[in-house]
């Protein structure tokens, strides 16, 4: 959201190590399309609640969420009580499980334990501290209560996304919350009656044997010191503004500080309310505001239907509030940490086997670079740790990434096929890779996506062992999470899912090594890939397979075998009528079996492997099932299905964010695709979408899109190049169109046309009026 070329301050790893987040952090480079023009394109209206609740809210997963990327807090309540839970997310207790720093705490001791049948003693090993060891895990922050006179009771609590405000209205009171965009602190204005104030400890750290905090309270400042495991000590501070004559309204600032260098936590708390309580009010709203406006000027969606509008809008907001740059990135519930007596649900970890990839899939295509820069920028700084990883765990040079892992990078194990499978990190470079193609920055290609995808490129090679017939294997291979924890897990190797993460992988540093000129770095990925086997495929239908002589035959809710499909995009479309043989049998197969063991996150990933195969209709029906059964009223994704109607056995209700994600994702996919060179214009949209549109989109090489359909077709393309380019652009017009720009050249049904930086071509049917009208 700020000029292409913006360097952030580079952070040393001792940096990172020492500091873990724990105060102001820096960041290092990372490329950003250039600021959009100040033109608004319809972003949701100030003033006008996304969401409502009538009465109070007495869950805190179905509260108002707010967040400013490192702060997060929820607004709920009922009574007289208004609730708000706070989040801060580097709160990690990070102490290692003993067992964890054994010497034979390694691949080559799975193995060989595998290879002898003695599998109770890798639960012991490698799963069953996950499960018994508290820590690892993420934290929650603790709860500031409003607890009003009994007549005064709440009527009503909304959320309003363009201004990322929560309000809570009373019989005789009005609370206004949000996070402050530019400072870490929160802030409240309390209309009417005044509350008394309490700051409530999570009942969770008991579990971790942490003493009671040190609290104070008195001249309008609340305060608690919480020493958790060392280093770790936090504070959280709550200040009343001293009353102004003649006002009704009562200002006041909360934060939570955090440190892990032995300074203390409770005066930097303290000086960061007191600033944010000098600070004139209306000056510091304008300025969290202004930085609101310019997040939803990045681009717009239109969609005809209501309720999926509703929930991209939310979803993108999601990114705002829980992602920036100089914050630790989303884990699985983000800034939002459970507030419900105990620790969150797996830890709150960094799930590394689709989580976190599902999370960050959507930020390049809405061009929210700033928010994608959170997870990049934390992989970055922890490549030091993933080497350390590949040559302690794994015996290797190169690095690899834990599939389940904590803030400083260290691994949790827990179902060690899935957890400490080596080419999880291959799906995580596809995150680096995607936002060179969507900035095409070659800056960023040569100092972060190359090398970091490079060295695990490396430590990947360095695992592999020819065969008999020369053909590359792992000595271990699974695929997350086809037969949970069981010894059956434990598959031939490689699994099409080991198969499809190294093979888009080779492909990717291949592709990324000839960008830069190095075309003997090109040459070895090349011929790696050479010596990989193909894809597997079921004989009796040409569907992919789990692994060799295992065929995907029963409903799950992880789509591991089919990674080449979606989201890797290798096999596609346009490749042979074998490769469309195989994506139709492999869809088929999958709808076939039926979603009785499938979570809302599969839902959502079905529709966006549906659009990206062009399958209109399938991609909105799945889309529709996830957005009826598998979010809460506030828009979280809830795992299981809420309805109870049979879409799903899972019922349960875990809060994870991969969910909404997929399906801020699913509906890019339906509007805009540019995998393989070639920029395609509402490729997924079904014709029950008689009118939609979208702004400023983005698409691989750097274009910037906006598009309008009506009456059932495209009217009015617009495509302006940020770093110049050939545009290679399937025809979205079926014929003749009017052009502004360069005019471009026909190749069958593919545009091609030749742009300069900042040049801007516009098309659009005759019958729709001039172009630029």
């Given amino acids: 959201m700020q000029d292409s070329g913006r360097v952030m301050r580079l952070a040393t790893v001792a940096v990172l190590v020492a500091g873990l987040w724990c105060g102001t952090r820096t960041s290092p480079v990372v490329a950003q399309q250039p600021a959009p023009p100040a033109a608004t394109y319809g972003a949701p209206a100030a003033g006008s609640f996304a969401l409502e609740r009538a009465g109070g809210i007495d869950r805190w997963d179905e509260a108002m969420p707010l967040g400013n990327g490192l702060l997060g807090a929820l607004v709920w309540g009922t009574g007289s009580t208004v609730r708000i839970s706070l989040d801060r997310g580097d709160l990690w207790d990070l102490r290692t499980p003993d067992v964890n720093t054994r010497p034979d705490w390694t691949w080559a001791t799975i193995a060989k334990l595998r290879d002898a049948g003695e599998f109770k003693?890798?639960?012991?090993?490698?799963?069953?501290?996950?499960?018994?060891?508290?820590?690892?895990?993420?934290l929650p922050g603790g709860r500031i209560e409003l607890s009003f006179d009994p007549a005064v009771t709440i009527t009503r609590i909304a959320l309003d996304t363009a201004r990322a405000e929560a309000l809570v209205d009373l019989a005789g009171a009005?609370?206004?919350?949000?996070?402050?965009?530019?400072?870490?602190?929160?802030?409240?204005?309390?209309r009417g009656a005044q509350p008394t104030v309490a700051l409530i400890r999570p009942a969770g750290l008991d579990k971790l044997g942490y003493a009671p905090p040190a609290r104070s309270e008195g001249s309008g400042e609340w305060t608690l010191k919480q020493e958790a495991a060392a280093p770790l000590q936090y504070a959280v501070v709550v200040r009343r503004e001293p009353p102004q004559r003649g006002s009704n309204r009562t200002r006041y600032a909360f934060t939570i500080d955090a440190t892990r260098t032995g300074r203390d936590p409770l005066p930097a708390a303290r000086g960061s309310v007191s600033r944010a309580l000098v600070e004139d009010e209306a000056a510091a709203r304008s300025r969290h505001l202004a930085w609101w406006k310019r997040f939803w000027n990045v681009s717009t969606v239109r969609l005809p239907d209501e309720r999926l509008q509703r929930q991209y809008d939310l979803v993108r907001y999601f990114y705002g509030a829980?992602?920036?740059p100089d914050a630790p990135p989303m884990p699985?519930?983000?800034?939002?940490?459970?507030?419900?007596?105990?620790?969150?649900?797996?830890k709150g970890d960094f799930h590394h086997d689709l989580n976190t990839q599902m999370t960050?899939?959507?930020?390049?295509?809405?061009?929210?670079?700033?928010?994608?820069?959170?997870?990049l920028n934390f992989l970055w700084d922890l490549l030091p740790r993933f080497r350390q990883f590949a040559r302690e765990f794994y015996g290797i040079e190169g690095a690899a990434v834990p599939g389940v892992m904590a803030l400083d990078g260290q691994p949790l194990g827990g179902w060690a096929q899935y957890s400490l499978s080596p080419t999880n990190g291959a799906w995580v470079a596809q995150s680096f890779y995607l936002h060179w193609k969507y900035t095409n920055d070659l800056v960023f290609l040569k100092q972060r996506a190359y090398p970091w995808c490079a060295e695990i490129g490396r430590g990947l090679q360095a695992l592999l062992k020819p065969d008999a017939s020369g053909r590359l294997k792992l000595p271990l291979s699974s695929s997350p999470e086809i037969f949970d924890n069981s010894p059956k897990a434990w598959l031939t190797p490689n699994s099409n899912y080991d198969l499809a993460l190294m093979r888009f992988l080779f492909s990717a540093n291949a592709e990324m090594a000839d960008a830069l000129g190095d075309a003997g770095a090109a040459r070895n990925w090349r011929d790696t890939l050479a010596h990989l086997d193909p894809l597997l495929l079921d004989p009796a239908t040409s569907a992919l397979m789990v692994s060799a002589g295992l065929p995907f035959n029963q409903s799950h809710r992880h789509f591991s075998h089919a990674m080449a499909i979606y989201p890797l995009g290798t096999l596609n479309i346009d490749g042979t009528d074998a490769d469309r043989k195989t994506i139709t049998a492999t869809l088929e197969t999958l709808v076939k079996l039926g979603t009785s063991q499938w979570c809302g996150y599969s839902f959502a990933w079905m529709s966006a492997m549906a659009a990206r195969v062009g399958q209109a209709d399938r991609a909105l029906q799945f889309l529709g099932d996830y957005d009826r059964a598998f979010i809460g009223p506030n828009g979280f994704h809830l795992n299981g299905d809420q309805t109870k109607s049979g879409l799903s056995q899972?019922?349960?209700?875990?809060?994870t964010l991969e969910g909404n994600f997929l399906a801020m994702q699913a509906v890019q996919e339906m509007l805009l695709q540019s995998w393989g060179g070639v920029l395609?214009?509402?490729?997924?949209?079904?014709?029950?979408?008689?009118?939609?549109?979208?702004?400023?989109?983005?698409?691989e090489g750097g274009w910037v899109v906006s598009a309008r359909r009506a009456n059932g077709r495209t009217i009015r393309v617009e495509i302006r190049s940020t770093t110049g380019g050939t545009l290679r652009l399937k025809d979205p017009f079926s014929g003749a169109a009017e052009w502004v720009g360069p005019a471009p050249r026909r190749e069958g049904a593919t545009l091609v046309v030749a742009l300069r930086p900042a040049e801007l071509l516009i098309g659009q049917i005759a019958a729709a009026g001039r172009p630029g009208k």
């Fill in 332 to 346: 699985l519930q983000g800034v939002w940490t459970a507030d419900a007596g105990g620790l969150p649900p797996w």
């Fill in 174 to 190: 009005e609370v206004r919350v949000r996070m402050d965009a530019g400072q870490k602190v929160g802030v409240m204005l309390i």
């Fill in 121 to 138: 003693q890798i639960n012991a090993l490698f799963d069953n501290p996950y499960e018994q060891v508290a820590y690892p895990t993420k």
């Fill in 680 to 699: 395609r214009v509402f490729p997924a949209v079904t014709a029950s979408w008689q009118d939609v549109s979208f702004d400023r989109l983005r698409a």
């Fill in 322 to 324: 829980a992602s920036s």
């Fill in 650 to 655: 899972f019922t349960y209700r875990p809060f």
């Fill in 360 to 375: 960050y899939l959507a930020y390049p295509e809405a061009g929210l670079f700033d928010q994608g820069a959170s997870f």
